[in-house]
């Protein structure tokens, strides 16, 4: 067995090393050698294709390794509907899958029932999360507050909007 292992941070502001080390110190450990190891920083779980994400997905195809390693479900993705087909294309590949931090196994029945819930819970959080954003938008504006970022030396003229309708009516 040798893994690629795959971490993620949302924010350019946080670091994988708490991750790093958990999984590094799993590994040695379970006596799992790393055969090669991605890192995608300031990328969000809900979007389906990340750079480095990509790269661990191409190799797995290319079967550089055949288990994958990641600290907890949600670093790989958000999505139900992306999860379900991953975790298919892992059953067809033959590829294994471990969270460390939730003891999934994929090998048994109940390691995959146990992983299905956990991929319906991780789109549920990242619902709520979105309401939450939402919600605190919504009463910042009640209460007066100017969202979005504040005007420079540069905006002496009104901005277009074109380019606003144009992505978002289309």
Not at 35 to 59: H, M, N, V, W
Not at 61 to 89: A, P, W
Not at 146 to 155: A, I, Q, T
Request: hydrophobic share 30%.
């Amino acid at each position: 067995m040798n893994a690629g292992v795959y971490y993620r941070v949302s924010t350019n502001e946080q670091s994988t090393g708490m991750q790093e080390k958990a999984i590094q110190d799993y590994c040695e450990r379970e006596n799992i050698p790393i055969a090669k190891e991605y890192k995608d920083i300031g990328e969000s779980g809900s979007k389906s294709s990340r750079p480095e994400f990509d790269k661990l997905i191409q190799d797995m195809r290319n079967k550089t390794f055949d288990t994958i390693i990641v600290y907890k479900l949600d670093r790989i993705g958000r999505s139900l509907s992306h999860l379900v087909k991953l975790f298919e294309e892992f059953k067809k590949k033959k590829i294994h899958f471990i969270s460390i931090t939730q003891a999934i196994n994929t090998t048994t029945p109940e390691g995959r029932m146990f992983l299905h819930i956990l991929m319906v819970l991780a789109e549920y959080e990242r619902e709520l999360t979105i309401v939450r954003i939402n919600s605190g938008l919504a009463r910042a504006r009640a209460l007066g507050k100017k969202l979005g970022r504040p005007k420079g030396s540069r905006d002496k003229k009104r901005r277009r909007r074109s380019g606003y309708h144009i992505r978002w009516t289309s």
